[in-house]
């Protein structure tokens, strides 16, 4: 449930979205409208395709920084290559 940060047109300022919150989006000439859960709408300058990067960044690195704690691995900075 990663938090996204996104513009709202017409200088609306920036607003955190909860990514876990999102039903659809829909890409409209420069804008894009994210459907949420209650209902809410939201216009943002972002493209569809950023705000999708954005979301696989923050969620990959919430699982990979998940699979080092638990110790199935070592960490990279652990990691010796063998002689």
């Not at 996104?6 to 919150?21: K, M």
């Amino acid at each position: 449930m990663p938090l996204i940060k996104l513009n709202r047109i017409n200088r609306g300022g920036a607003i955190f979205v909860n990514s876990d919150q999102v039903l659809y989006m829909e890409v409209e000439s420069k804008t894009t409208t994210i459907h949420m859960a209650s209902g809410l709408l939201f216009s943002v300058e972002e493209s569809l395709d950023s705000i999708v990067k954005q979301i696989e960044i923050l969620e990959a690195d919430r699982i990979k920084s998940g699979i080092q704690e638990s110790g199935l691995v070592a960490k990279p900075s652990d990691f010796s290559p063998p002689p």
